[in-house]
């Protein structure tokens, strides 16, 4: 559940719609550990970072799992022997 719906279209605008996975549990977390508002503004940002430097690497994989889509005559011969292509 998100606190503030009216957030929702402003981090996606800014690019931070990361936020909105850990805004609810950070929310509690502050509430509970009543916490200032720039150290839960520092929480929330920390998990946007962790979560973009996560990022590269997940992107990596996923176009690891794509199939290499070959047309061999498009390809210089050293190329395509190199890629195994047809």
């Known amino acids: 559940m998100n606190p503030l ?3 929702t279209p ?3 605008q800014l690019r931070l ?3 909105l996975d850990s805004l609810d549990a950070r929310n ?3 509430i509970d550990a009543k916490l200032a508002y720039p150290e839960f503004l520092a929480l929330l ?3 946007e970072v962790a979560r973009r430097e996560q ?3 997940t992107r990596r994989l996923i ?3 794509r199939p290499l889509v070959c047309a061999g ?5 050293s190329v395509s022997s190199y890629l195994d292509c047809p």
């Open 73 to 77: 005559e498009s390809f210089v011969s």
């Open 55 to 57: 990022i590269p690497g």
């Open 63 to 65: 176009s690891l799992n």
């Open 5 to 7: 719906p009216e957030l």
């Open 45 to 47: 940002i920390q998990d």
């Open 10 to 12: 402003m981090l996606k």
């Open 17 to 19: 719609s990361g936020i």
């Open 28 to 30: 509690r977390e502050a």
